[in-house]
């Protein structure tokens, strides 16, 4: 069994996922490497900082529903019972946060198919919103908007959602994730 709490980084090859990945990994974290390609997820583990926790790649290209099944499955085989403390979305943003192709509805089934584990940990999601998504009215914003409906759905089973902006990403992601909160001890997951 792994002693290290798992979380994983969606888009984790660009420059601040890559950020966030390295953070965590150098926080303790085994960090699944959300990558389209494989030589981008070698680069990555290779970079895992000494005395680290774990980076293990893993292929996912979030527009592609079987990689992301594939991946669900993957970090399930793992984590077993302790669950995912964390699952950072990151992909579709480019190093200065503009949205590429990726739309919500990706990022969605993402969310979707990690709830599962992160509901056994009580983990967190954090979404990497674009510039300016803090000050942007409620519902203004897409991201914004999913990120208050999954913290309204997600949390009678005590998964926090947080909407954060790119530049802050690798740092407050590590601070979002180990923040501590009370635990739920009853309830089943969805």
Do not use: K
Not at 37 to 45: F, K, Y
Not at 65 to 79: D, K, L, N, S
Not at 164 to 179: C, D, F, Y
């Amino acid at each position: 069994m792994c002693e290290f709490p798992h979380v994983v980084v969606t888009g984790a090859s660009s420059s601040a996922g890559r950020a966030v990945t390295l953070c965590l990994a150098a926080s303790g974290y085994h960090v699944y490497a959300g990558v389209r390609a494989h030589a981008d997820g070698i680069a990555l583990h290779q970079h895992t900082p000494p005395g680290a926790g774990v980076i293990t790649p893993l292929l996912l290209d979030v527009s592609r529903p079987a990689q992301v099944m594939a991946a669900a499955r993957a970090v399930t085989a793992h984590a077993g019972l302790a669950g995912l403390d964390g699952l950072v979305n990151h992909a579709g943003l480019d190093g200065i946060g503009q949205r590429r192709e990726v739309d919500v509805t990706a990022e969605l089934a993402v969310t979707r198919a990690f709830v599962p584990l992160l509901c056994q940990a009580q983990g967190r999601i954090v979404m990497i919103g674009p510039p300016g998504v803090r000050s942007t009215p409620p519902f203004a914003s897409p991201p914004a908007a999913m990120c208050a409906t999954l913290r309204r759905e997600l949390s009678p089973w005590n998964i926090d959602v947080v909407l954060i902006e790119p530049e802050m990403a690798a740092g407050a992601v590590a601070r979002t994730l180990t923040a501590l909160r009370p635990r739920v001890t009853e309830g089943s997951c969805p």
